[in-house]
T-cell receptor, first 112, second 111 residues
């Protein structure tokens, strides 16, 4: 069964460092998303991506964040200068159209 | 501003009984609703969805009911099984490119 895969499963980084979270969406899907969940809080939308550009982004997705689909299969989230409050589970998801999104297992980002 | 709300953070049900998880929303433009199940340290898993043109959708033990006038949906699980113990998230979409999630309800099914 096709699935969304995310790497790494856990990333520890120093405050101020750049991190790149990687995702391989399901191959025939057209929409790609990043969500995050801070421990004990709700799942929050960050950004959606369609046709090689950002289609929507939330207030959380500021200039420190960027997304890229560098090679037609990977979908990456870059945080340029990490802050302590960026510590969270980051989930990548993909969907065929405006239908259910399928989520990856998540990357736990810990900023120290 | 929370557009999708799950007011019960937790629910305990005896095995074999019905579990009813509730969700309220505020945005009348939402036209697609989903339920996700999440185990610790895993990503949300899609369970069932419903379009706003319907008021009920059933898939095996899972049924979702939508009451548009009340801006309310619910997920019924019958019969509940211990493996159903997880956090359940309600989500909604307005034909845009994002899903709005509730805060989740932790379901415990007691054997």
């Amino acid at each position: 069964e096709p699935e969304v895969t995310q790497t790494p499963s856990h990333q520890v980084t120093q405050m101020g460092q750049e991190v790149i979270l990687r995702c391989v969406p399901i191959s025939n899907h057209l929409y790609f998303y990043w969500y995050r969940q801070i421990l004990g809080q709700k799942v929050e939308f960050l950004v959606s991506f369609y046709n090689n550009e950002i289609s929507e982004k939330s207030e959380i997705f500021d200039d420190q964040f960027s997304v890229e689909r560098p090679d037609g299969s990977n979908f990456t989230l870059k945080i340029r200068s990490t802050k302590l409050e960026d510590s969270a589970m980051y989930f990548c998801a993909s969907s065929e159209w405006n239908t259910e999104a399928f989520f990856g297992q998540g990357t736990r980002l810990t900023v120290v | 501003d929370q557009q999708v709300k799950q007011n019960s953070p937790s629910l305990s049900v005896q095995e074999g009984r019905i579990s009813i998880l509730n969700c309220d929303y505020t945005n009348s433009m939402f036209d697609y609703f989903l339920w996700y199940k999440k185990y610790p340290a895993e990503g949300p898993t899609f369970l069932i969805s419903i379009s706003s043109i319907k008021d009920k959708n059933e898939d095996g033990r899972f049924t979702v009911f939508l009451n548009k006038s009340a801006k309310h949906l619910s997920l019924h699980i019958v019969p509940s099984q211990p493996g159903d113990s997880a956090v359940y998230f309600c989500a909604a979409s307005d034909s845009g490119n994002q899903f709005y999630f509730g805060t989740g309800t932790s379901l415990t099914v007691i054997p």
